[in-house]
């Protein structure tokens, strides 16, 4: 390709970062990004010519996609920043007086004050947290959790600590009834030994007794459906893409946890990240893929550092490259690839785009990604959770597995529960499990006080009052209820909690994280925010009434129009909060 | 003479078209098959010559069994499938979608669109007044945008950007279609000189940092302008004399010619005012250029008046 370059050049250390790319493509775009934001804290005009130069890409197409993702930085910004979450969780444990503080004491939030308002970090159960950053030749982030306005301002000056301290902890570590979590608090995340004497790797060595076509027939039996939301059988995937004559296929593991108040696969990756790999070398050989992609939001330093270390120890021991355990044709490898602040890249589509190097905006089905996924190839795009349930069914069996949960749906479950409970956390249950049982387990709302609402399934589920506890907490029961489990939020609000700004919040999220590709989506996400302004501030247009219709007028073109499931779903929330909780009923 | 190329047979396919049967070829989208039925459907994004971007969502339909409408310029026919184009679920979709564009860009200069509106009935300023225009448009980061009182309603208001002899750009009438991105990068151009920039209600057509057209890749062929469904690229002429008043498409008049700069025989449709040309445009349905020129039979034509 003959590109047209601006007349400016990187400066010494950015050339030094991104000449390590010489003689890839254009797939290593992000990686590139982030290599020169690791290195100077932004992108310069030099340095993303640079980058051009070096991977053969348009620089306008470059531009496009720097400034897609929200922790590059196109304009000249200090080494050091520190992210401070205000999203559902935070916000309801007190973010806007965190940065209420930050502002009086730093100055408005932005590059110069030294820090910046964030989505949501990801860290719920420990809110409100705050994620510093420094640029340098080894960039250094470190978590702050919880934290408070002192330390936000030490650590924005002193910058972060270098290392991954703290470990993943569940409320339920050590209980023999864990089995998704059994090894998370308990064995050592870094240890590939502890992993495997604590049943590891065995799960791989049954698959490989079974034959991929076996494997899949197990999963179809134990009728494991997706985790992220959307419950799509994964047998079904598997096999559908198995079945597919062109080569190569790919897998992609979503880690691109996202959502508001979801934080069970961070949990997942920090305290048992040796699952995650051998479970994907699983599903990898079961679908006949060579490759598989781990793509992991920007925001999980310590997850990041952990899985790399897994994939290194996994790739010594045999047990990723060729002829896995012995196996002979059977090759398998994992790279990693971070995101880069963008909740839509979690959407199975705007993954691929986003690791190819391109915008992360979804692409319309069909073509399903079974059939063209990643590079144009059949490809397996799984969660986090729903991968680690599939060694639980090839070393218990199919039958053994199905005896957990109902008849609809099957096995454990993960619950991320945070905002006004006593114990926040990851918690493992069985399906059918009710709310109130769940609630029970995290020490229910602080004393003292009341509850008003649960938000199940996140930004994109739905309310629940707190006469509604007895749900039993299964796919076919929250569908019939009228909300979702989605990704296993489970968001508590108290008599305390300001359900019009946390609703203000939900809209200005889906605002900020749309992807901007469809009209209903990137306008729609706007006028429902301003429109939620106004019924919250108590100002309407005309009449509240006139706005209340606006507003669902907006959502179902959302629901009916948008290209994928951020904008479908971006009304959820505001449309349950109207309607099972009867926010502004005086209005209507 | 248009040539038409038919090239092998093709089987056809039979499904429900607003309840009644209709058979199309293999492969038609329901909006093909919508125009072979005489039945109009808006479309804004839709380009004849290029790839489904599908981002607009006004030609959306109801096909039973989806859970969501489809756009019917990118959704193929199967056999079998029952389309509904004026389902009251179509009609909210559309008016809508209208209503949303129509609140947030200067729709002025698109064509069609006012007849869409009002036979749907939208009424954009519903909505509320418009927000003032912004000058940072081209600036903004991801992920953030300055809280709302919901008192106005943000638009993309923002100021021309005259750069170049020959080129106007107006992002304030943009609808973000893609198109123009789709003619000047791979699909046709391949000089890739601009790009989707930003995100989310902040996502906007860019050269590499907003730097101006003249730096850029942009080699002037105007293939761009050629798609824009609403005006927001535009000739400079074209751009001024709308800006004096004098642009009066009513008294044009169009001539079909071949370029003669080069051999390839290219050709030109001459758009003529008072005897001047004021603008050339090239036939979507030649089979070899498809309505793309170069600079030379989009620009050089000043010759031709040197009186």
Known sequence: ?588 | MTIVEIGLPKRLVEFMFDGEPVRVPEGATILDACTAKGKSIPTLCYGDTLKPANACRVCMVEVEGARTLVPSCSRKVEPGMVVRTESERTQHSRKLVLELLGSATDLSTTPHVDEWMSACGADPSRFGPPAPPSEDRDHRHPGEHEETDGQTAATVRQPTKVDNPLYVRDYGKCIMCYKCVDACGDQWQNSFAISVAGRGFDARISTEFSTPLPDSACVYCGNCIEVCPTGALSFKREHDKREDGTWNEDAQTQTTTVCTFCGVGCNLTLHVQDNEIVKVTSPHDSTVTHGNLCIKGRFGWQHVQNR
């Open chain 1, 1 to 588: 390709m003959d590109l047209k370059l601006l007349d400016v050049e990187p400066s010494e250390a950015e050339r030094v970062v991104v000449d390590l790319f010489t003689g890839m493509g254009r797939d290593q775009l992000l990686p590139a990004l982030h290599a020169v934001n690791d290195r100077v804290g932004w992108i310069s005009q030099g340095a993303l010519n640079h980058i051009c130069r070096v991977l053969h890409i348009p620089p306008a197409e470059a531009y496009g996609v720097a400034s897609f993702y929200s922790l590059f930085s196109l304009s000249e910004r200090p080494a050091k920043v520190v992210h401070v979450c205000v999203d559902l969780a935070c916000q309801v444990n007190g973010a806007k007086a965190l940065c209420d503080r930050l502002t009086d004491e730093l100055g408005p939030a932005g590059a110069k004050s030294g820090w910046l308002r964030s989505p949501c970090l990801g860290v719920c159960e420990k809110a409100p947290v705050a994620l510093a950053f420094e640029a340098g030749e080894v960039a250094r982030e470190q978590l702050l959790a919880p934290t408070h306005a002192g330390e936000v301002v030490e650590v924005a000056a002193s910058g972060p600590s270098h290392g991954h301290e703290g470990r993943a902890e569940v409320p339920q570590a050590g209980d023999p009834g864990l089995r998704l979590l059994k090894r998370v608090g308990v064995v050592d995340p870094e240890s590939l030994d502890d992993y495997r004497a604590t049943g590891g790797y065995q799960a791989l060595r049954a698959a490989l007794v079974l034959g991929p076509a076996g494997v899949i027939r197990e999963v179809s039996d134990a009728k494991l459906v997706g985790r992220g939301g959307a419950a799509f059988p994964t047998g079904r995937k598997w096999a559908a893409t198995a079945g597919q004559p062109v080569r190569p296929h790919y897998l992609v593991c979503n880690a691109d946890e996202s959502e508001p108040g979801t934080f069970k696969d961070r949990l997942l990756m920090e305290g048992d990240p040796f699952a995650v790999i051998e479970s994907m070398t699983i599903a990898g050989y079961a679908a006949g893929c060579s490759k598989g992609y781990l793509y992991l939001r920007g925001e999980y330093p310590r997850a990041l550092h952990l899985l790399r270390n897994a994939i290194a120890r996994a790739r010594e021991r045999n047990f990723l490259g060729d002829d896995i355990m012995g196996q002979e044709g059977f090759s398998f490898d994992i790279e990693i690839r971070r995101g880069a602040g963008a909740y839509i890249c979690g959407e199975e589509t705007a993954i691929f785009n986003s690791i190819e190097g391109f915008r992360g905006e979804p692409r319309s089905k069909p073509p399903f990604p079974v059939e063209s996924g990643l590079f144009g190839k059949p490809t397996v795009v799984n969660n986090v959770e729903t991968l680690v349930n599939v060694p639980l069914i090839l070393t218990e069996g199919c039958e053994a597995y199905l005896r957990t949960g109902t008849a609809g749906s099957t096995g454990p479950k993960l619950f991320c529960l945070s905002g006004n409970v006593s114990r926040p956390g990851v918690y493992e249950v069985p399906f059918g499990t009710t709310l109130s049982e769940l609630l029970d387990l995290a020490g229910g709302v602080p004393p003292g006080r009341e509850l008003r609402a649960v938000l199940l399934g996140g930004a994109a589920g739905g309310f629940v009052r707190p006469d509604e506890l007895d749900l039993p907490l299964t796919l076919e029961d929250a569908r019939a209820a009228g909300t979702t489990l989605g990704s296993g939020v489970v968001l508590v609000l108290d008599d305390t909690a300001d359900l019009g700004s946390f609703l203000l919040r939900i809209a200005a999220f889906f605002r900020d994280e749309s992807c901007g590709q469809c009209v209903p989506c990137r306008i729609g996400t706007v006028r429902q925010e301003e429109a939620m302004a106004r019924l919250v501030g108590k100002r309407p247009l005309s009449t509240s009434a006139a706005d209340l219709q606006l507003l669902r007028e907006v959502g179902q073109v959302m629901r009916d129009s948008s290209i994928c499931g951020l904008g479908q779903t971006a009304w959820n929330a505001i449309e349950s909060a109207l309607d099972r909780l009867g926010y502004a009923r005086e209005a209507s």
